[in-house]
């Protein structure tokens, strides 16, 4: 598309719900009422109140920043604009002002528009050589947040896990005005976590969804994911050993009643 300048998932192909984002309750509820301000201004005009032009999420990796931005994305039927802070340093060498307002642009004539922009900490001027062109790339993007009115439906949403180290000037009124912590998932979100990843594959009857919670402790929704692709994949390798060359109509008889056990996840 933009030759790797930005990535853009138009509204009809997200397919990201709240329900598919495990934990982040308090995260989710925000979002949902921002969701409210778009669909039904009133409510918000009867209060005066403003719809936030950027939200930043806070956590660690891989517990469902990006999900949850997609999401919200989806829930307002927007088309989903996004950027990684990183790769605006290191890809769009000399050519960020053109990048940066292309990207605006097209989510402002593409609006209702999320724009999402990942690690967003790269972008904090450090004392090294890269100081002056972080520091112009910086000011080329407030100055585009300060120039879209929420009202035109373009939401700016960033994510950091090291949300000390933003630039204190994405901070100020009219920015980031909203933030929303995305927290390793407690045990009662790692069990809904699993649920979400175990969802529809063949499970034995009485999966011990409480043990997976409890052997996960401190582990990320990310790491959820890895641990059930892993166990799905030992599956295969264990059922292929046992099959012949030719797979005959009853060794796939055989492959459908093969369920997946707690013992198989936590191994
Ligand atoms: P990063 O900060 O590294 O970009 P992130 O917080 O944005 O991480 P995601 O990219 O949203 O995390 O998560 C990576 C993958 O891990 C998701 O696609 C999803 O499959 C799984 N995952 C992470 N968090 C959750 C969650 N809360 N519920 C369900 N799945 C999750």
Redesign the pocket.
Known sequence: GEGGKFEVIPREFLD?DFE?????REAKEQLMLIDLGIRFPKIYEVYKAELPRGIL?Y????????????AAAKELDANFYSINGSDILSKWYGESEKNLNSLFEKAKDNSPSVIFI??IDALMPQRDTSHEVTVRIVSLLLQEMDGIESTKGVIIMG???RPNHIDPAFLRPGRFDLKME?PL?DEK?LQ??YH??LNGRNLEEGMDYEKLAKASKGL???????IVNACVFNKIVKLRKQMPDVITRSDLKDIETETLTTDDVLK
């Open positions: 990201i598919d984002v495990g934990g982040c999420l956590g660690p990796p891989g517990t469902g920043k990006t999900m949850l931005s997609k990942d690690e994510a950091t896990n995305v998932p979100a809904d976590i979400i990843h990320t929704g990310a790491d959820v994911k890895g």
